[in-house]
């Protein structure tokens, strides 16, 4: 009786329930990596794109390696920034993390 029951237990089910239900499983782990990960990654990356494609002369801006300055030229891949004084900066465009003063971005 004991080895029937173990029997029953160990041998593979019958039908496609199981596949099923691991089809399932598989669409809804992906369906949550796209809406926690990938979709809003994408979104952010296309607002950081048009925020560099906006920036113009006279903007305040914060580059990835910390420096504060105004935009004192905007060229097609780069800006030149006055950072403090009279030194001035040439950046890539790529390179701006924020813009200061716009309500949109964070911190």
């Known amino acids: 009786m004991i080895e ?5 237990t160990a041998g593979p089910r019958e039908g496609a329930s199981g596949s099923i239900v691991l089809l399932f499983n598989v669409f809804a782990v992906i369906a949550i990596f796209y809406f926690l990960l990938i979709r809003p990654q994408r979104k952010e990356r296309e607002r950081h794109a048009q925020m560099i494609s906006a920036i113009q002369k006279g903007d305040e801006i914060v580059t990835s390696g910390g420096i504060i300055g105004t935009v004192v030229r905007a060229e097609e891949d780069s800006l030149i920034i006055r950072t403090g004084g009279d030194t001035k900066v040439t950046v890539e465009r790529a390179r701006v993390s924020r813009k200061l003063g716009d309500e949109k971005t964070k911190g």
């Open 4 to 8: 029937q029951a173990l029997a029953f």
